[in-house]
């Protein structure tokens, strides 16, 4: 998995305090220690325990409130050496023996061991008998150990190891220890699997030789050879992997899928750790049906600029006889103080692009790609912008799917103004110069094309108090136009002036109520908005960029039933409407809402989305719940009721059961009368062995004695009116505690009788990597409430129990 880019900051903490410790059972009080030396045990403790509060030399020692790491590197060599045991004798200024339940410690170095001999003079320890070595969260093992402390170099001999970072280690005859952050491991393992009953652990890496550089992040293994339940599925005579979560350069694991377009599909990428603010990955690929491709990736991340840039090549598919590609990029820099420059850019080569790589167009428009580049500016209480903007449209030969083209701004000039004035008065104001353009479409026909200059303004001035405001505003919607001429006749300037007079008003009420078995705090909040606006005639008029909003719980409240400028609905109407929610009163969280709302019409509207006047006084109902109705049940609903008709013109009606961790099942209904009419759901279940997993999310004692657990995931998404299956999602995960593997099989509709289908198969081993492709970002964007069975990153600790 590709890690995340961010920028480093280092900083260097104090050293703790020391620790008393009492004396043991036997009372056996310790010799001299040598020069250099803080003992620790029976003698050392009553000596303290008699010793006054505050040192000779003044400085007086206060407890710590909480414990604090010890410095590391040149900081960390110049801590004491702090030795405790049975007993303890030596030579001052020369050696030390320390003999029964030893503790040695300098910094994050700890050693434990049956005997421990310290050579002052060639600063050399040498451990015998259980030998213990901790440090910075890693642990060592083994008969024998020689080091010297302050350069951290020596051997241990017939080791075992392990990882805090990763939970991960193994075994090796000898580990040579370089540096502090350096180690060679000889004849070496390396898993994070416990054995099973035939003494070998279910994944085991093996190699002649285990190169480990903590500062790099990296172990390199020497004629490395990957073993899955006894059996080699990965050899190579040199492999690196991550000793943590951090970056590192190497090749990553490879990935292999296979799609119903592309066939068997098999990539490997490298990933280039250029400096910690910028990297690179370049993976190429082989499909089976298509052939060989190359996907490059930049990332960059500067004080004052930062971006990525992504280029997806295969210079012949063997499908179409054509090269193919795409090409996103993103930058943004901020100069001369607060001065911003941003880029977009996203094209492809050809217009079944999107069906063919579905996955490689990071878009939520995936037929519709954007490119822009904008400047923006503040000055005081006015922000300046200027934009240029482009799309790629990717049409169809069907007509029935084809889509409309939006407009290209070039270019798109503005400013916008923002203030309170004295008295309570809030101000806006907005003008802006367009030059509309149809971007490169061939189905476009007699379509507008032509410059438009826009005003908008508003003034209001909210008055209330605690639990209740009312707010009047009298806006405008002001615009000219030129065209470049007139493929339906009519003139090719004109110019309209709109007002608009509202005044919303809304209110707070609360009381103690109870839900559920709950005390919570219930509001009721009533809102009403009265809006104005005269007619003026608009069907001469370009539209650029007006569309008509959704009916919703925001759009109710607003003074306009068209988003953009080109388009104002006149309006002579009362909008009510009132909330309720549930809130803790301890915390404020919002437990359910529900609200209902409807518009009353004062007189017929003729500017409407449809063009055909609206004569009906009542507008359709809205009715609105959301909320957790108790711990485990979840519930959002949007209902547009017909009450003309007696009948539901749309629905969105979800709900969620989730009664624990990797436990999650919900539904969702959509209708929209005449259109659509789907039924949604999805989970993430387990099928069997779950109740092992612990609080921490680990599966206690499943690999060693394979007895994982099983989930079952996915999402179906099935159109009753079409009487077929839309998308889907299915798929299996085992988590044997140490591995986990991942199948899953999706199928997305790319037109009415069209589909692409794929299959992702993926083993993660704890504390090593990834192999396969991968379905994660798939599952969590598609499975509402899943969760990882891993956490993505773990943070080890520094210290020992005894700290």
Not at 12 to 30: E, I, V, Y
Not at 198 to 218: C, F, H, M, Q, V
Request: aromatic share 10%; net charge neutral; hydrophobic share 35%.
């Amino acid at each position: 998995m590709r890690p995340a880019l961010t920028t480093l900051a280092a900083a260097l903490g104090a050293a703790g305090a020391l620790a008393q410790t009492a004396p043991d059972a036997a009372g056996t009080a310790p010799a001299a220690a040598a020069p250099g030396l803080a003992a620790s045990g029976p003698a050392a403790a009553a000596s303290a325990a008699s010793a006054p509060a505050v040192a000779a030399s003044g400085i007086e020692l206060r407890t710590a409130p909480s414990l604090q790491a010890p410095p590391r590197g040149a900081a960390g060599r110049q801590l004491p050496i702090i030795v405790r045991a049975r007993e303890l004798s030596g030579r001052p200024d020369i050696d030390a023996v320390a003999e029964g339940d030893v503790e040695f410690r300098r910094g994050t170095t700890v050693i434990h061991a049956d005997r421990l001999t310290y050579d002052r003079k060639d600063d050399l320890a040498r451990a015998t008998g259980n030998v213990r070595i901790s440090q910075d969260g890693n642990l060592f093992q083994g008969p024998e150990l020689q080091l010297h402390v302050e350069r951290f170099e020596g051997f241990f001999q017939s080791p075992t190891y392990r990882f805090g970072a990763t939970g991960a280690g193994g075994t090796a005859g000898r580990i040579d220890f370089l540096e502090q952050t350096r180690a060679v491991a000889t004849d070496a393992t390396y898993t994070s699997c416990p054995a099973d009953g035939s003494g070998d652990p279910p994944w085991l890496l093996s190699a002649e030789r285990i190169a480990i550089d903590t500062d790099k992040n990296e172990g390199v293994a020497r004629n490395a050879v990957l073993r899955f339940y006894g059996v080699p599925i990965l050899g190579a005579p040199v492999l690196s992997f991550p000793l943590n979560d951090e970056r590192k350069s190497g090749w990553l694991p490879p990935n292999l899928g296979i799609d119903s377009r592309s066939g068997v599909q098999a990539s490997i990428p490298y990933y280039w750790n250029i400096a910690p603010n910028r990297d690179a990955t370049f993976t190429p690929s082989l499909s089976s049906k298509r052939g060989f491709g190359l996907d490059t990736e930049f990332r960059y991340l500067e004080p004052s600029h930062a971006g990525e840039t992504a280029l997806k090549l295969m210079p012949y598919d063997r499908l179409t006889g054509d090269s193919r590609y795409a090409l996103r990029t993103r930058h943004e820099s901020l100069f001369a103080g607060d001065t911003l420059l941003q880029l977009r850019v996203r094209r492809v080569s050809d217009d079944d692009y999107w069906k063919d790589f579905p996955d490689e167009i990071d878009s939520l428009t995936r037929r519709l790609l954007g490119s822009s580049l904008s400047l923006s500016k503040p000055f005081g209480d006015w922000s300046t912008y200027a934009r240029v903007q482009r799309w790629q449209v990717l049409q169809t030969e069907d007509p029935t799917t084809r889509i409309e083209s939006p407009y290209e701004r070039r270019p798109q000039i503005g400013a916008r103004y923002q203030h309170n004035w004295n008295g309570g008065f809030d101000v806006s104001f907005e003008t802006e110069y367009n030059r509309f353009a149809n971007p490169d479409d061939r189905y476009l026909v007699n379509r507008h094309t032509g410059e438009r200059v826009h005003a908008l303004g508003s003034i209001a001035r909210p008055f209330g108090s605690q639990g209740w405001v009312v707010t009047p505003k009298l806006s405008f919607n002001a615009a000219s136009y030129s065209l470049d001429s007139t493929p339906t006749g009519g003139r090719r300037s004109a110019s309209r002036f709109i007002p608009t007079l509202s005044v919303d008003s809304s209110w707070t009420l609360e009381r103690e109520a109870t839900l559920f078995g709950r005390t919570l705090t219930q509001t009721l909040e009533p809102r009403l908005l009265y809006v104005n606006t005269p007619y003026r005639r608009q069907d001469d008029l370009p539209n650029f960029d007006a569309y008509p909003k959704d009916f919703n719980v925001e759009s109710i409240f607003t003074e306009n039933v068209f988003s953009g400028v080109d388009r104002v609905s006149d309006e002579h109407q009362l909008t009510a409407g009132v909330t309720s929610r549930f809130l803790d009163p301890a915390t404020g969280a919002e437990t359910l809402r529900v609200g209902i709302a409807q518009r009353y019409l004062f007189r017929d509207q003729r500017i409407t989305p449809d063009g055909e006047p609206l004569t009906r006084r009542f507008s359709n109902l809205l009715l609105f719940g959301s909320g957790a109705i108790t711990s485990r049940w979840n519930v959002d609903a949007l209902v547009t009721y017909d009450p003309e008709n007696g009948r539901i013109e749309r629905s969105v009606a979800g709900v969620r059961y989730s009664p624990g961790p990797y436990r999650t099942i919900g539904a969702t209904y959509r209708l929209t009368r005449g259109l659509l009419e789907q039924v949604e759901l999805g989970w993430q279940w387990p099928v069997y062995g779950a109740d092992r997993r612990q609080p921490n999310g680990t599966l206690a004692g499943a690999a060693g004695s394979c007895q994982g657990a099983l989930y079952s995931v996915g999402r179906v998404n099935y159109s009753t009116r079409d009487s077929r299956i839309i998308d889907s999602l299915v798929g299996l995960e085992y988590d044997a505690g140490c591995w986990i593997g991942r199948v899953v099989a999706e199928r997305r509709s790319t037109g009415r009788s069209e589909a692409n289908t794929r299959l992702m198969m993926q083993l993660e081993l704890v504390g090593l990597s990834r192999i396969g492709s991968n379905p994660l970002g798939t599952l969590k964007d598609n499975i509402p409430g899943y969760r990882m069975l891993r956490d993505e990153k773990r943070t080890p600790s520094p210290f020992t129990p005894y700290d």
